[in-house]
């Protein structure tokens, strides 16, 4: 099953990877970063088909993609 893994240090929240998700994976987290953002997370595991377009559009490299 593929899954994402967020670097919440690297993460601001500009939610492009939620918009850009086609399967609705990705949502934000309810709790901080050490930013002082809610980072990016795995919202619908069970959707994720690994097309890796969450890590192209972010723009702080905060995104890997494991399939």
Do not use: Q, W
């Amino acid at each position: 099953m593929p899954k994402i893994e967020v670097d919440e240090g690297r993460c601001k929240a500009c939610e492009l990877c939620i918009v850009a998700c086609p399967h609705k994976v990705i949502g934000l987290a309810k709790h901080f970063s050490p930013s002082g953002f809610h980072p990016a997370c795995m919202a619908n595991a069970e959707a994720c088909t690994g097309c890796m377009l969450c890590a192209f559009v972010c723009p702080d490299v905060a995104i890997e993609v494991y399939k």
